[in-house]
């Protein structure tokens, strides 16, 4: 089983600025595939991203990902207010394990 | 418009079992798995098994595999998740979510969340 670790755990940041959220995968994954999720407190996690770099329906273009083999990079670019959130990355694959989470603080 | 819809909160003893519903509204039902996936309070996502609704044929995480149960009504657009033994850890709350294409993994759409609480 594919262990993901994201870091950092926390990122204080403040609106505008950009963030650098890192995933790292135990080994290669699977197509070279990853996703990334967003979850608001007291909500259900959204997909954001698909397909390592594809953007969900509906999701700014600020969000860009990258990323192969094992490390995947999520890059939120001008940060505003509703980006605040924590965010799991997960590597395809017919059985799901999700990373512990990036949480992204002001 | 894709909608997953799932039952409220349930309190629980310690050794009963829960069932959770989820039905699906704006799409074809068969033709997307459904996964399960558990947050207890504070912490990250923990996934728990898929049915496919064609087959009915499921896969579970290890940590689950015997305690849950996945089953599905194609004549409703339900899926169900049941689990037994319930433990005080147990609690949390348990999503539903749309597998966006088969054997991916990535999940598209999710439900709100039903919230289990395992307490004497």
Redesign the interface.
Known sequence: EVVLTQSPGTLSLSPGERATLSCRASQSVYNN?L?W?Q?RPG?????LI??TSSR?TGVSDRYRASGSGTDFTLTISRLEPEDFAVY?C????????????TKVEI | QVQLVQSGAEVKEPGASVNVSCKAWGYTFSGHYIHWVRQAPGQGLEWMGWINPRSGVTNFAQNFRGRVTLTRDTAISAAYMVMSRLRSDDTAMYFCAREMETMTGTLDYWGPGSLVTVSS
Do not use: D, M
Request: hydrophobic share 25%.
């Open positions: 595939h996703a999720y979850q909500q259900a996690p959204k997909l698909y397909g969900a799991y997960q590597p395809y694959g017919s059985s799901v394990t999700f990373g512990g989470g």
